[in-house]
């Protein structure tokens, strides 16, 4: 069965499960809040208790609901799909880590279905302040249900920009060159902590650019699909469709805010 193929009443089933699943999880992430310990995984990149009870509470609704479905988590604890399915779900259970872990109540949980190589739904759930970010293929993007779309900025002087560095990333010389190319044109720059909140918040027009290095699949599948399906445009770092696997990524509220970005910062040069 072809992705464009699924019937709309099957990705609103789709839809309602991934809800579920991502409620269940909020619940944790709100309920250990301010009392976790984290301990490292990597260079700056933690883990806690409430990301591996978040991922356990996603991975039982959806495994239970689509038993032949794959799921990939960003902590593990994966299940490929049978062989007559290629339907995965793409999780990161805490998008936001190290903003939990010191307490500042901006982190995210993100929540895709993808086909082969084309994500049919996503969901991004913002625990603290209920805002809830959701698009099928085809349907639109909404936020909390209502329709979102990008803003109508078109210059990157008017342009607040979203920006996703890790600290290992910035201690690269051309990457805090990007970065201070992106401040001294645009209208003022965020980095915010979480990825899949960067996207959510340029699908419904509060950030105008957004960008990042150094994603994996679980930070971008959602987002991407939210920014599609709001009127905005995701690519790699040449201007390409962005892959399902993730990777860095530029995205933009138009093409023609994107092309200016492009030029301003010299990702292609």
Not at 4 to 27: G, M, S, T, W, Y
Not at 55 to 65: K, M, N, S, W
Not at 123 to 134: A, G, H, K, Q
Not at 180 to 204: E, K
């Amino acid at each position: 069965m072809e992705a464009a193929r699924v019937q709309p009443k099957e990705l609103e089933h789709f839809l309602r499960i991934a809800n579920k699943a991502v409620d269940l999880a909020a619940e944790v992430l709100r309920d250990k809040f301010g009392r976790v310990e984290a301990r490292l995984k990597g260079h700056a990149d933690f883990v806690t208790e409430a990301d591996t009870e978040s991922q356990r509470v996603v991975c039982e609704v959806i495994h239970a609901e689509f038993p032949d479905h794959g799921f990939l988590g960003e902590e593990g604890g994966n299940f490929p799909p049978e062989e007559e399915s290629t339907y995965f779900w793409i999780l990161d259970p805490l998008d936001g880590t190290t903003n939990y872990i010191h307490g500042v109540p901006f982190f995210s949980i993100s929540l895709a279905l993808a086909y082969r190589d084309e994500v049919l739904v996503g969901v991004v759930l913002d625990p603290m302040l209920n805002e809830r970010f959701t698009a099928v293929r085809g349907g639109g993007a909404f936020l909390n249900g209502r329709p979102i779309r990008v803003s109508s900025v078109t210059t990157l002087g008017e342009a607040l920009v979203s920006i996703g560095l890790p600290p290992r990333v910035m201690a690269d010389s051309a990457d805090v060159r990007w970065m201070v190319q992106s401040a001294v044109q645009c209208l003022s720059l965020r980095r915010t902590g979480s990825a899949a909140l960067n996207m959510a918040y340029l699908a419904a027009g509060r950030f105008d650019v957004s960008w990042a290095l150094t994603t994996k699949v679980w930070d971008v599948a959602a987002g991407s699909l939210l920014i599609e399906e709001a009127g905005g445009v995701v690519t790699n770092l040449k201007g390409e469709p962005l892959s399902v696997k993730g990777g860095p990524y530029v995205a933009a509220a138009n093409r023609g805010l994107l092309e200016e970005f492009f030029r301003a910062v010299g990702f292609r040069s």
